[in-house]
């Protein structure tokens, strides 16, 4: 599999060929150059990356729904204490990799 990236829009395409239409922006083939080596490399690696960081936030989106289930039953002060503390870290570790995503996709890194 190559990559091709789009000289109009910059998407990132996956295929043995360029496309003969880009499916974001419908330039055509000619405006589609071969991505290689190093560059190629580093796409693979933040697509793995950002896979990473979608699947961490979907634990945490878990996390907080068990986080708050412990709230609600307020069975103990001291569980109420480690929920909130739950709910508290992990949002701001979700907003921080909404953030870290942001950035990637600024940069071109997603692919």
């Known amino acids: 599999m190559n990559l091709f990236r789009c000289g109009v829009c910059a998407l990132v395409y996956d295929g043995d060929d360029a496309p003969d239409k880009c499916p974001k922006c419908g330039a055509t083939k000619e405006n589609f150059s071969k991505i290689e080596g190093e560059s190629a490399d580093l796409i ?7 896979e990473y960081h979608v699947a961490i ?3 945490y989106s878990k996390i907080r729904k068990w986080a708050s289930i412990i709230k609600e039953e307020n069975l103990d002060p001291n569980c109420v204490l480690i929920a909130n503390r739950v709910l508290k870290d992990t949002y701001e570790t979700i907003q921080s990799i909404k953030a870290e995503l942001e950035a990637h996709m600024k940069k071109g890194k997603w692919g």
């Open 44 to 50: 693979e690696k933040s697509r793995r990356t950002n």
């Open 57 to 59: 936030m979907g634990l």
